[in-house]
């Protein structure tokens, strides 16, 4: 669509936007330029409906954007950025996001909000009673006799025992803070490379292309991109959930439950869309001048490393993930990545007890070389008569007569 442009008040993006950032580099997929890399677009412009059929959304569409005099033809388009899933769906057909006014939705019936009780104030409850005694007929009176080793005084100048009723209750062990001290919508890019190591455009693209993995948002009133940043500060730094839960203003659960149910669309994510084997004409452009001497075929590089795990109870796992090279029970994968880094091949996880050569053979990594492809490794890797014809080996010199690499 060349020459068009979002149609919403405020709004300048336009195709020619979408064609100068495919030719700039990718913050993810550095040096790959954006037409190369696997990353989503960062909007889409959708066309107004134009079917009978859809002439009652075409209309709620023109008072959604809401501009005096406007009338639409068959080149007018929105961009995905107004929409909540960032294009037209069966669920959010409408453009409702940045109308560069306040677009009213009709909420729904709010919950019945929680019944507290409220605290009783005996002081003004029980009101003094007067009572008028004849002192004339005292001697007349039954006497009336007490067990003076149960009295008590009657402090009548405070109350001592109900001075604690008369404060507000509240529940500690549901408290939040409702004030978190982090939030992306209040972070700069220098904050955003340091909770995330992306940078603030980044992160907003990552997040859209991730929620296009995701079928059903998770049941909580915390906003989506809220938990992925949190998601992504776990990830980068390591806090704890406990930590996490006081930046965001939630309870530990909570951001543990956010965490949990972001863990496996992220990792969905990236073996579809991010772990991709590039084209050779795409390895041929973006390999370093350095290969250029010795390895000028150079396709990709291959090692294997691996992770500690708790030993296993049971023996036969437990000698199947002990690694003799690490004297710990661990897992073992197998990953490629091209001359300038990136990661183009990750293996499942096999025990730590698996070689290399093994791995190698049943992980699958084979079936993506092609004739012509010459592959880097570490000495230990003796797979010549397990790769593809035409496919080489080379073993730089600086690892000739080694016995392991250095970490």
């Not at 997929?29 to 066309?47: I, M, Q, S, V």
């Not at 406007?70 to 294009?87: E, L, R, S």
């Amino acid at each position: 669509m060349p020459g068009r442009t979002c149609c919403v008040f405020g709004c300048f993006n336009s195709s020619a936007k979408i064609q100068a950032w495919n030719k700039t580099v990718c913050e993810i997929h550095k040096p790959l330029l954006h037409l190369d890399c696997p990353c989503l677009r960062p909007y889409g412009l959708h066309r107004f409906p134009g079917r009978a059929e859809d002439q009652d959304v075409r209309q709620k569409w023109m008072k959604y954007i809401n501009r005096d005099g406007f009338t639409a033809n068959k080149n007018t388009v929105v961009c995905g950025i107004h929409f909540p899933d960032g294009q037209p769906t069966r669920e959010n057909p409408y453009p409702v996001l940045f109308m560069g006014y306040d677009c009213r939705v009709t909420p729904a019936r709010p919950p019945p909000k929680k019944r507290c009780l409220q605290p009783l104030h005996l002081n003004s409850a029980i009101e003094p009673m007067e009572t008028d005694v004849d002192v004339g007929n005292l001697e007349n009176l039954p006497l009336q006799t007490r067990d003076v080793g149960i009295q008590w005084p009657d402090h009548m100048d405070h109350n001592y025992s109900f001075s604690c009723g008369n404060k507000p209750m509240k529940d500690c062990g549901t408290q939040t803070d409702p004030t978190p001290s982090v939030s992306a919508k209040n972070l700069n890019n220098k904050d955003f490379i340091f909770y995330t190591g992306l940078c603030a455009d980044s992160f907003w693209l990552l997040l859209r292309a991730v929620l296009t993995f995701s079928s059903q948002p998770l049941n909580t009133k915390f906003a989506v991109h809220e938990q992925f940043l949190l998601v992504l500060m776990r990830l980068r730094l390591g806090l704890l959930f406990t930590d996490l839960g006081k930046r965001f203003g939630v309870s530990r659960t909570t951001a543990s439950e956010i965490f949990t149910f972001w863990r496996p669309i992220l990792a969905r994510f990236m073996r579809e869309k991010v772990i991709v084997w590039l084209p050779r004409d795409t390895l041929n452009r973006i390999r370093p001048k350095t290969f250029n001497k010795n390895y000028p075929k150079a396709t990709c590089i291959i090692d294997c490393t691996e992770v500690f795990v708790q030993r296993p109870k049971n023996l036969r796992k437990r000698s199947q993930t002990y690694s003799n090279y690490k004297h710990h029970n661990t897992y073992k994968l197998l990953y490629c990545i091209a001359p300038n880094g990136y990661v183009m091949f990750v293996s499942k996880l096999f025990g730590g007890r698996a070689s290399d050569n093994f791995i190698t053979k049943n992980s699958g990594f084979v079936h993506h070389l092609i004739p012509g492809d010459e592959i880097l490794a570490d000495r230990g890797f003796t797979i010549k008569d397990i790769l593809p014809p035409g496919v080489s080996l080379a073993l730089p010199a600086f690892t000739r007569g080694r016995k392991e690499l250095s970490e």
